[in-house]
């Protein structure tokens, strides 16, 4: 029991690390960089991590993983649904929260297109 503490508190500490790692994202510049281009950029970072529905999308990723690596966890000879689940709920936080962070660096490159700035990646 106290491992799968320790596990679930070892994989909360690891998503809530990557919770705005796209939103710190500095992309490249086709050309040299605008007077105007820091506070854009600061206002665009600022958007991208005001998208709270990313992290509950992440915390839906996390129960379904937590689903269904409980299933399969009952279905496997020993049984061990609870192992199942956190191993799960792991591999659907980790997902959903890179997928978060892409989205996130999408939303800093838009902003930053729409304010003029040639953004290349």
Known sequence: MNQTIITLCAGTLI??????????????????????????????????????????????????????GALLGAADEDGSALGGAIAGALAGGVSGAVNASERREEIVVECLRGRGHRVVG
């Open 15 to 68: 998503l809530s690390a990557c919770a705005d790692s796209g939103a710190n994202y500095t992309p490249i510049l086709d050309g040299p960089t605008t007077p105007a281009f820091q506070s854009d950029l600061s206002a665009c970072q600022m958007l991208a991590r005001d998208q709270r529905q990313f992290d509950h999308e992440t915390a839906a990723a996390a129960g379904l993983g937590a689903g269904a």
